[in-house]
């Protein structure tokens, strides 16, 4: 069994900076793309950063310049530093992760459970 672990959410002013972290553990083969998502009140989950195994960035337009998105493959680890954070930045973070838990099997699509980030003065 694969587990999504995040942490490192919290409140913070506006202008301010978090890291969230998430960690893969359990039945692992192999980590292919790693992604970090967020869903605020009242609207669809949204792509926020994602990153392949080789370390190729993807940011959505409203993070660009001010998140970073970095991974540690030997520790099956994901990293999001979010600088110049802005109130519209509040949200559960959610980490994603297409996993193969066994050789020979197809990836899957794996979820943690989710990390609150609240931006307000």
């Known amino acids: 069994q694969v587990q999504l672990v995040e942490s490192g959410g919290g409140l913070v002013q506006p202008g301010g900076s978090l890291r969230l972290s998430c960690a893969a553990s359990?039945?692992?083969?192999?980590?292919?793309?790693m992604g970090w998502y967020r869903q605020a009140p009242g609207k669809q989950r949204e792509l926020v950063a994602s990153?392949?195994?080789?370390?190729?960035?993807n940011y959505a337009d409203s993070v660009k310049g001010r998140f970073t998105i970095s991974r540690d493959n030997a520790k099956n680890t994901v990293f999001l530093q979010m600088n110049s954070l802005k109130p519209e930045d509040t949200a559960v973070y959610y980490c994603?992760?297409?996993?193969?838990?066994?050789?020979?099997?197809?990836?899957?699509?794996?979820w943690g459970k989710g990390t609150l980030v609240t931006v307000t003065s």
């Open positions: 994603n992760g297409k996993i193969v838990p066994r050789r020979f099997m197809p990836a899957m699509n794996y």
């Open positions: 359990g039945s692992i083969f192999s980590v292919n793309d």
């Open positions: 990153i392949t195994s080789g370390g190729s960035t």
